[in-house]
């Protein structure tokens, strides 16, 4: 147990469905991300929340919408989802401070499949 | 472009055999190197961080080690078991702000 929880474990969904994945971590940190893993690549980083606030976007698609309600609480929002957007998604957190990242710390994912 | 390289892809050694894994980063400027463990359908688990400084350390049966100057790491795994069946993560953190570059992991397996 890392200290960060991910529910749902797996999920399917259809491609016309609305569904949220939620994350929650207890370690009092103030930074968390979305990561995406498919099959055979590197870990892909969607967003970064930094105190609440989104800093980073790389440039994920719309059909995917992040909300941070506060420093404990991630939400991943999916709609209108693709066949490809099926992988693994990891939520994890660090303590920020300036230039100074403590270690990310992840929760067990949860296992998307978009029928 | 940041990149982190590992290798072999996978590997498959009997119990109780030792194996290593390769980490080549072109990762600038650097911060800090992390060996992450990802057992199948779960996070990845830090197992050990390098600083620029360090060469060496080690955690118990794996011990990981830091070329600065070639930008290369590898993970030494003693006296391997069953429960090191995973996929192994090299992640590189750059000197600025949060950029953590991952590797594509080297999945092993270990059998008796």
């Known amino acids: 147990e890392t200290g960060v929880t991910q529910t749902p474990r797996h999920l399917v969904m259809g491609m016309t469905n609305k569904k949220s994945l939620k994350c929650e971590q207890h370690?009092?940190?103030?930074?968390m991300y979305w990561y995406k893993q498919s099959a055979k690549k590197p870990l892909e980083l969607m967003f970064v929340?930094?105190?609440?606030?989104?800093?980073e976007n790389n440039s994920v698609p719309s059909r995917f919408s992040p909300e941070c309600p506060n420093s404990s609480h991630l939400f991943l929002h999916l709609h209108t989802l693709q066949p490809e957007d099926s992988a693994l998604y990891l939520c994890?957190?660090?303590?920020?401070?300036?230039?100074?990242?403590?270690?990310?710390?992840f929760g067990q994912g949860t296992r998307l499949t978009v029928v | 472009k940041n990149q982190v390289e590992q290798s072999p892809q996978s590997l498959i050694i009997l119990e109780g055999k030792n194996c290593t894994l390769q980490?080549?980063?072109?990762?600038?400027?650097?911060?800090?190197l992390r060996w992450y463990k990802q057992d199948t359908g779960r996070g990845p688990v830090s197992l050990t961080i390098?600083?620029?400084?360090?060469n060496t350390k080690s955690n118990g049966r794996y011990t990981a080690t830091l070329d600065a100057d070639t930008k290369q790491s590898s993970l030494h795994i003693t006296a391997s078991q069953l429960s090191d069946s995973a996929s192994y993560i090299c992640?590189?953190?750059?000197?600025?702000?949060?950029?953590?570059?991952f590797g594509t992991g080297t999945r092993l397996q270990v059998t008796l």
């Open positions: 980490c080549n980063y072109t990762v600038s400027p650097f911060s800090n």
């Open positions: 370690l009092g940190h103030n930074a």
């Open positions: 390098m600083t620029f400084s360090e």
């Open positions: 929340y930094s105190l609440e606030e989104r800093v």
């Open positions: 994890a957190s660090s303590q920020d401070g300036g230039y100074l990242t403590t270690e990310a710390f």
């Open positions: 992640v590189v953190r750059t000197g600025t702000a949060s950029k953590l570059t």
